[in-house]
């Protein structure tokens, strides 16, 4: 049987298919289950900014102590039994206790406010990583772009003061430069970048003339953003690559770990398909593995990363020549 260990932010993972944060993972039971399937780790549930600032801001409000760091942390000790953040550091700590994979930690957040105190917090619950789903959504007009840019440092700094514990960043696809913008932030002090993120986004419901959802789940389709971008910054990055948006098979994982991915995160495909999924996903990598003769990821890990690749400029083929186009569409639908 091939070896299909890996390690991705520092952490060893049983197998390189990694739950992402959703629903799934917001239970400790759940997260046993997933565990029990193959899961190489888990994403929490994300604990969004607002939630933590919500607390901390009532906290102020009324007969808030000191002004020292120190003095709030014991007062968020105080303050926050049975409710959401206490909640949140349960999870971690019972998660942590029950299962032996890594156990990361989620925040959803788009400012470097006093929130990133928390992140302290959730070192010391035991979590095994934290993982900063940073998102903000460039439609300010007036917003430059080095601007929200720097917002992304200043966040990561500020975490990345308080803890020890490794970080990862996931983050959206809407820079200006995206590929300059990937490195940077790499070069930040962190652990690793997931890529990407995916958004609720809109859609128009034409017969009740009204704004609905495009719809939660990811389809196969939406691999492929992610798979470019794996390839073309594989090796060019101070830090661990975690691909994530439409793996929704083994075939799917076993693209990204070629492209140069260290670990492949799912969600959709398990809403789908169910936690025991999972083995029907690391079953088909196994095989693939076998049938190309390699006994460890390590082997084939980037070897179609844009890096390695003969012709590089293939993962930059943006426009459909006609020829392409002509070709492919009568192979498909026999126009
Ligand atoms: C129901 C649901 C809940 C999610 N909740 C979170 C969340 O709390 N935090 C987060 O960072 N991502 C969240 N996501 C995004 C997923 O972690 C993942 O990035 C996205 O679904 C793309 O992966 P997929 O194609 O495998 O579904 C959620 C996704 C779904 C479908």
């Known amino acids: 049987m091939p070896d299909i260990t890996t390690t991705y932010l520092g952490l ?53 102590p000191g002004r020292y760091k ?24 019972q998660s942590r206790k029950l299962v032996k994979i890594p156990v990361i930690a989620s925040i959803n957040c788009s400012t470097a406010h006093e929130w990133t105190y928390f992140a302290k917090k959730i070192q010391d619950a035991g979590a095994d990583a934290l993982e900063l789903n940073i998102f903000i959504l460039p439609s300010v007009l007036a917003q430059s772009a080095e601007n929200i840019e720097r917002t992304y440092l200043n966040i990561i700094q500020s975490v990345r003061n308080e803890i020890k514990i490794p970080l990862a960043v996931k983050m959206g696809y809407y820079f200006s430069n995206l590929a300059g913008m990937i490195s940077e932030l790499s070069r930040c002090n962190i652990n690793g970048l997931v890529l990407f993120n995916r958004t609720y986004s809109p859609d128009i419901d034409i ?13 196969p389709k939406d691999l492929s953003v992610s798979l470019r971008w794996i390839a073309i910054m594989a090796n060019r990055v101070k830090c661990d690559l975690a691909a994530s948006t439409g793996v929704h098979d083994g075939k799917a994982v076993v693209k990204q770990l070629l492209a140069g991915a260290n670990a492949v995160q799912v969600v959709s495909a398990l809403y789908e398909n169910g936690p025991e999924f999972l083995e029907t996903i690391i079953k088909e990598l196994k095989e693939w593995m076998i049938s190309k003769k390699y006994e460890k990821i390590d082997q084939f890990r980037g070897l179609l990363s844009q890096e390695k690749q003969v012709n590089p400029a293939l993962f930059e083929r943006v426009q459909f020549m006609k020829y392409f186009s002509d070709r492919d569409m009568q192979k498909d639908h026999k126009v």
Not at 70 to 93: Q, T
Not at 207 to 219: D, L, P, R
């Open 12 to 64: 060893k993972l049983q197998s390189p298919v990694i739950v992402g944060s959703s629903g799934l993972t917001d239970k400790p039971e759940k997260i046993a289950r997933l565990e029990k399937h193959g899961a190489g780790a888990v994403v929490l549930k994300s604990i969004f900014e607002e939630e933590i600032l919500m607390e901390y801001e009532h906290m102020f409000s009324e007969e808030a």
């Open 70 to 93: 120190d003095d709030y942390l014991d007062y968020f000790d105080y303050r926050i039994k049975e409710v959401n953040l206490d909640n949140y550091l349960s999870l971690i700590s």
């Open 207 to 219: 017969e009740k003339m009204e704004i609905s959802s495009a719809g939660v789940f990811s389809s």
